[in-house]
């Protein structure tokens, strides 16, 4: 007997159809004699709903209120899921958030769970009752309602998986698992059948979209095996684990890309210690996430500095950077929104030596100009001017012979 | 300064706008110097919409799953309506049943508020803040989510008026007030201006739907005001108070009509000694809402025994009510559908002589049978032909001098 926390997202339970199916797909593992657990998503489309209605009040949406809102499409689905598994005579009963003190933090629309109360859900399922848990929602330490922020509900189902001490968690979704790299871009992408929490993570970070990044890092640190499956196949998914001697033998796992980024170069700053730190703390202290940053070599006292924020926080960046360049008597300040980011991860990077070097060739082969690099132990993440970007990922795909 | 707990009904919040509406008004008493507490219902059409999914579901939806859903729709309304206030630069803070602690029974579907903590309200109001609170939900001992039934939000506006000990109740609704009859069936029916607790007890319960029964008998019992009131104008309303002398001065006060019930007659039953509760105890355990009983004067040792259940409820009485028919020796069941009730209400029954008699010689002046009659101190019902229903309504509102 396995105890299992199942997650289906938005498009998984998009319609009533849809539950029923994932109701029928749950009391079949109840049957084989499995503990399951279920924590769902709001139905497809019901938070943007939500949402509009919130955009029609206000400008700004946002804070204590705004997750009472957000917070009831979750509510919905886990009442309907219920609802099916009893009408198709199983047993079952919904939790929200408060119910079994999903403790977060007060940071609305973004929270931090803290702790779980997982003692309820055992007696439940002890007798013999699927247990149904609305993701993306907690509760604070004065009852407040919170949310974990869009994709919150892998993380809630991460969370619960370790409070529970599952055997395993895993997320439904609509793709089979996790690919090499973007199907839609590369149709011969493979799905990858093992990868390390800490490739996942890198995968998730550098713009795979198939797991919210919290979660990754949750189930990395509690130990949670995690599968990402497919809600309407039986197709077995990707695990992610921890590390295997086999892992390391890849040279390369898998490619992602991001778009979502925007460049700001600071030109011919007087290269002076404390420079960085003059610019880039305001920055962190507007919460602006800043990600990749390339200071080039001095030449006669000065330097360039460049780095990458989110499209979405360019303007508000700029307002920040402006200032500050003119005063430390910077020569100008330079901006691009038409560029990619491309990222070659794996932990075969740590015994292969040459992927940077490989990646670069590939890249020059074709006329692909690099504008930034950066690097981690497992991941080489470069900029590219964004015309170039399916191209370079289907190159880089090919180089490091991940299709199929 | 007065403590004022204002009630919006699903039509008075059933868009943005009217949800905005609603906002200027409570902004507007607050900077009158009043401590305001809202109460609002879903938005009008929601509840339905989440009726039909679960419909689509299951057949009977109902129990805990049930109320897990149809309490969404409040919740919705609360956050809107706290995000407008805000959004106009008032204060607000929104609250859902368990975290002001509406104490309920646990009849899903059906509860009963037992207790409700104000002292956090109190807080809240103390601090400038206009507080929202969604009705219709409460809480039970165990944590888990009641709701109060179709209309209970003017039970939760009532039972938090009570705990906070509010100088006044306002039901906001689309009409003016409560009628002498219904407007639409009667265009010079009247809007009463003052009326007693136990008038509009009698009223809403023979038929009158601007106010929810439950809401008024606790009204009565915590000695509540409650002013029914239009959303859209500023029109005084009806208040709902304790009994004063110039009630008694009318002879009656309004008329009201049902159209939901059914007659059940048996016909010619031995007439012994526990006849009746053979039959009234396996129907009232079956919960069904046995409203007028009538038994004839037994002729030859028969009787006949006659009696209305809502019309909604027929089939399942009769499933009780046939075996046991036959069993005592009944000589047949009949049962009618085309019947309605009309009731005449008034304090002042206590002191006029003659109502009755008043009542009976105008229906037959247009030749309108009375088949059933049932009374309280301050209240004459009868059963007719549906089809004289409105005709009947009418030329008693006209009797007795209702109207403008």
Known sequence: MALVVKKFGGTSVGTVEKIQLVAQR????????????VVVSAMAGETNRLVGLSHAITKTPEGREYDVLVS????????LLSLAIQNMGGKAISF?????????????SKARILSIEGERIHQELGQGKVVVVAGFQGVDRQGNLTTLGRGGSDTTAVALAAALKADICEIFTDVDGVYTTDPNMVPHAKKIDRISYDEMLEMASTGAKVLQIRSVEMAAKYQVPLEVRC???????????QEEAQMESRMVTGVSYDRNEAKIAVREV???????????????????????????????????????????ELQQSLKIVEPIAKAIGAKQVETSTEIAKVSVIGLGMRSHAGIAAKMFETLAQDNINVQMISTSEIKISII???????????ILHDAFELGN
């Open 96 to 108: 929200l958030g408060h119910q079994v003190k999903i403790l977060t933090d007060e940071a609305h």
């Open 270 to 312: 007087p290269d002076k210690p404390g420079i960085a730190s003059k610019i880039f703390t305001p920055v962190s202290e507007a919460n602006i996430n800043v990600d990749m940053i390339v200071q080039n070599v001095s030449s006669k006292g000065h330097t360039d500095l460049t780095f990458t924020v989110p499209k979405s």
């Open 26 to 37: 749950v009391i079949a593992q109840q049957q084989q004699g499995d503990q399951v657990v």
């Open 231 to 241: 809600t309407f196949n039986d197709n077995p998914g990707t695990l992610v684990t």
């Open 384 to 394: 590219i001017d964004e015309k170039y970007l399916e191209l370079a990922v289907r």
């Open 72 to 79: 009831t499409g979750e509510q919905v689905t886990i009442s």
